[in-house]
Nanobody
Framework: QVQLVESGGGLVQAGGSLRLSCAAS????????MGWYRQAPGKQRELVAT???????TFADSVKGRFTISRDNAKNTVYLQMNSLKPEDTADYYC???????????????WGQGTQVTVSS
């Protein structure tokens, strides 16, 4: 059983910063891409940032220059550093990971349970 657990959400004033963490645990052979998505009330879930095993990271246009994504492969953990936060960044933030549970097993996508970020004006 694979679990992704997010932490680091909370309430912050506009212009402030938060750092989200997401740790994957369980039966994991290899993690490929990891990423962060968010869903604001009444809106669809949207991509925030992704980070592959190797290669370039990607960001939504709305967060470029303010958010950074990084990962610690030894800890199976992905981070989202959010700076210069705006009220429109308010949402539930979810991490996901594409991973294999065994050498020849299929690549599956797993999601965390979400962590709430609220940015006050």
């Amino acid at each position: 059983q694979v679990q992704l657990v997010e932490s680091g959400g909370g309430l912050v004033q506009a212009g402030g910063s938060l750092r989200l963490s997401c740790a994957a645990s369980g039966s994991i052979f290899r993690i490929n891409a990891m990423g962060w998505y968010r869903q604001a009330p009444g809106k669809q879930r949207e991509l925030v940032a992704t980070i592959p095993t190797g290669g370039s990271t990607t960001f939504a246009d709305s967060v470029k220059g303010r958010f950074t994504i990084s990962r610690d492969n030894a800890k199976n953990t992905v981070y989202l550093q959010m700076n210069s936060l705006k009220p429109e960044d308010t949402a539930d933030y979810y991490c996901n990971a594409d991973l294999r549970e065994s050498t020849w097993g299929p690549v599956k996508m797993y999601w965390g349970q979400g962590t709430q970020v609220t940015v006050s004006s």
